[in-house]
């Protein structure tokens, strides 16, 4: 069955991202079947559904036939009532359950043995291997990751992530369907974090080292990286809205998945919140106190230094967005897509780099790389190569060294 518009798409886990994706699906013209273990996650995510449709209509963005179309076109399934066989009939199914990869691996094997044979099968995983949930599959060809950002309704950004398995027209056939979906598609590789969770890693990372040093308290580095650097956010506050215990999870899965690369070393200091439960936002504690009357530290608002935080953080994106290039993770251009779609970036990070000069961030790394002898600060060779041979804009660099093609 072709992945067009009127196919059944099916979702896997009901809670925040499933419903999301269920949104997403059924506003653009698919039936959808919703599957959950929790009778309790079903109602609540069709509550949240009749809310979201609720809102659009006051906001002027739905009439209210469609508001009420969109909302019937989701049917809610428990997995103790035989759930799992409500997918027989979809095209497709996205699933979104938590990231564990043998709850992932068992049920791959028990949906893809009640589906049609040309089902395709998506995680929805951030940083699990795609290689193998798919080889718990009767069909494993028709298995990739598609990994949609929270909220997934608003949040533009998918990452399409095929395994070396994938069969290429399952690939194109899924990223053509959610370019129809109004998302922006990015085609990576399956290698740990994929592009966003991957090249983001230094924002969370050399913050915190600037702090473990201190060499500026929290307060300082936000303010930096927002009124100087132009992120929408600083990186003590992001990892306080994520939530610690994600934050710091997904750190030591990139760390983990590239064999304990030292740009990637988690926290001290992170993994110290997550065990006193300080997790952010959500627990009320984190690096910031977000109870009734808490006060919010004043950050020193040097002008010179806090362009010295933004220039050490921001030379270790960019260095890891070239690295992502050298390990065809992704294309420059997707690259520069996803982080500034996924994570709103000011500017992609190697138009960024190219904008500074790779020569000036050669040298900032150098001069770390000296100073530290850690092989986190290790320049790439991709990077090395940029500098030597000459071509500084992102198109000729393009051009000169990886082509105009997605990963292989």
Excluded at 344 to 357: D, F, S
Aim: proline share 6%; net charge neutral.
């Amino acid at each position: 069955m072709p992945l067009v518009e009127g196919t059944t798409v099916g979702v896997l886990g009901a809670g925040a991202m499933g419903a999301g994706i269920a949104q997403v699906a059924a506003t653009n013209g698919h039936p959808v079947v919703l599957v959950d273990e929790s009778r309790g996650a079903l109602e609540r995510a069709r509550t949240g559904l009749e809310r979201a449709m609720q809102r659009e209509v006051e906001r002027g963005r739905l009439d209210g036939s469609r508001a009420s179309a969109i909302a019937a076109r989701v049917r809610y399934r428990a997995v103790a009532e035989d759930g799992l066989q409500a997918f027989e009939p979809c095209a497709l199914v996205i699933e979104a359950v938590v990231e564990n990869m043998d709850v992932k691996c068992a049920l791959f094997a028990r949906v893809g043995a009640i589906v049609g044979t040309d089902c395709v099968l998506a995680t929805n995983t951030s940083s699990l291997p795609i290689a193998r949930v798919a080889a718990a599959s009767p069909r494993p060809e028709r298995v990739l990751g598609v990994h949609f950002f929270n909220p997934a309704p608003v949040m533009p950004l998918v990452e399409i992530v095929p395994w070396v398995g994938t069969d290429p027209a399952v690939t194109a056939g899924a990223r053509a369907l959610v370019d129809g979906w109004k998302k922006t598609t990015v085609v990576a590789a399956d290698t740990p974090g994929f592009i966003v969770n991957r090249v983001a890693r230094p924002f969370y990372g050399e913050a915190l080292r600037l702090y473990e040093e201190g060499i500026a308290d929290v307060a300082t580095i936000d303010w930096a990286a927002r009124e100087l650097g132009g992120f929408r956010m600083g990186p003590f506050e992001l990892m306080d809205l994520i939530g610690q215990d994600v934050n710091f999870a997904v750190t030591t899965s990139v760390y983990e998945g590239l064999f304990h690369d030292p740009r990637f070393t988690p926290s001290v200091t992170q993994q110290r919140l997550v065990d006193a439960g300080r997790l952010g936002r959500k627990t009320g504690r984190g690096f910031y106190d977000y109870s009734d009357g808490a006060v919010r530290p004043e950050p020193r608002t040097d002008r010179q230094s806090g362009l010295g935080l933004v220039h050490r953080i921001l030379v270790m994106l960019i260095n890891g967005a070239v690295e992502a290039v050298h390990w065809r993770v992704a294309s420059p251009a997707d690259i520069d897509l996803a982080v500034t779609k996924g994570v709103n970036y000011p500017r992609g990070l190697l138009a960024w780099g190219a904008e500074l000069g790779f020569d000036w961030v050669l040298g900032q790394l150098s001069a770390l790389h000296d100073a530290y002898g850690e092989d986190r600060y290790r320049p790439s060779v991709l990077l090395r190569r940029i500098v030597r041979e000459g071509p500084t804009s992102l198109g000729d660099w393009q051009r000169a060294n990886v082509g105009e093609g997605t990963p292989g």
